[in-house]
């Protein structure tokens, strides 16, 4: 690694310092540059460029840019360390398919369903199912649902992909659940029922432990400007469009699919 | 490292010390199963693709795995796009509004077989007297398509020639962008004749 031509000219100790200092800095450069790369370079490559996408079957894009207040009231959920008891992120352990009819079916499709299952399918069984009742002439749909325990709690329809998260500065992916997953607490909640959970969370949900942010509010129960942003936050959380690396159906699913 | 202290050895003792030495190819076994370890890793990973999440394992399974693909899909984008453009004076389920614009379930114009009728009324607008579901219209329409890319367009004239009753062929995106290519430039459909005179 290091010159050994002026070692031996030397021979000396100030050689062994000059050989130790820089293998040292070798190691050392590679080590710290291995991990730059991995752990910066790499992910900025991958996402860096990350933009708005389209929805799924659709010419709109995703996400919008939220609007002044909610990303004002960000900061309020960072400032107060709503990330510590509270995750924006859903999980997903599996898909699942269910063939469903669409259109009239000729009397053969009719016959031919008591034999066959048309829920709780993987996506090769529901191909497999499609194919039988279009050869007797029938017409069918293949609906695509994610599952998993975190979707099961009603959190999300998908698992969240780095698009959720393109106006957020910074995440707040958050990492311990004392309180349910956000990632779509805007489609569950209104302002109304926000503001009453911040001002007494056991007004809102029973044996809550969540403390109360009665100081987010005047003395009459006004709430305060930052209460306003949070809630204007908390409402603009809302991961639910398919995505082309998020995707599923939009549908109903069919009655007594297991979701 | 050791060479230091070799050169104060008798020679003799050289082969001993250099015997004792790691091994190379224990070196090269260890790059050989990191590889591989990377390798297996990435398979798995859908090779680190940005677009693939668990539980998804590839690119190909997603691909799979999307809603629904082809006409299906062109009607979901052609009943968004109706959504938010026509629906507002053309109704949800496009039947019309007394005095605003004529229905589109049920219209010649829509069911026409040659496609380009419907299609040069949103792309270049329509004035004067139209005769619609045996009744006789005399609005003004903007040409509220021709915004819309050659795929939505044709996504839109798909949903409506396939909706509400009406049985008409699909359009697909090239038969929308050559349609654009020959009437560019053109002013406003007038009235029936106008429309007749689009071939």
Known sequence: MCDHGSHRAAGN??????KTGCSIFIAAFIALGLSWCGLVLGPAAQLGTLGQTNILNSSEIYPIQRTGDATVGLQVYRAYGCAACHTTQVGQDGMICDVVLSGTNPPAVSALLSSLTLTNLTKEQADAVSAQISAKGGKTETHIFATGADISRGWGMRHSVAEDFLWD????????RVGPDLSNVGMRYDAAWEFKHLYEPKSAVNNSAMPSFKFLFEKDGTPTEDAKNLVAYLLSLRADVPLHDA????????????K | MSNDSKTDLPTTQGSSSEGSTVPIWIFALLLLILFFGGVYFDRNSGWFDAQVYAPYKTGEQLEAYQPVSG?????????KVY?????????DNG????GQAPPLAGSEVVNDANFKRVASVPQLGLNGQVQVAGQSWNLQMAPMGA??????FAAVLTYIRASWGNKASDVSASDVKAFRATIAGKPAVNGEEGLKAIK
Not at chain 1, 13 to 18: A, M, P, T
Not at chain 1, 169 to 176: A, H, I, S, T, W
Not at chain 1, 247 to 258: D, E, N
Request: hydrophobic share 40%; glycine share 14%.
């Open chain 2, 95 to 98: 039947q019309g509004k007394p």
């Open chain 1, 13 to 18: 100790r100030r050689g062994e310092i000059v």
């Open chain 2, 147 to 152: 915004a819309l890319s050659d795929s939505d």
């Open chain 1, 247 to 258: 995707p599923f159906s939009t549908l109903a699913p069919v009655a007594g699919t297991k």
């Open chain 1, 169 to 176: 500065n910074p995440v707040q992916l958050g990492g311990v």
């Open chain 2, 71 to 79: 006409a299906a899909a062109m009607m979901l984008t052609g009943q």
């Open chain 2, 83 to 91: 959504g938010s453009i026509c629906a507002a004076c053309h109704g």
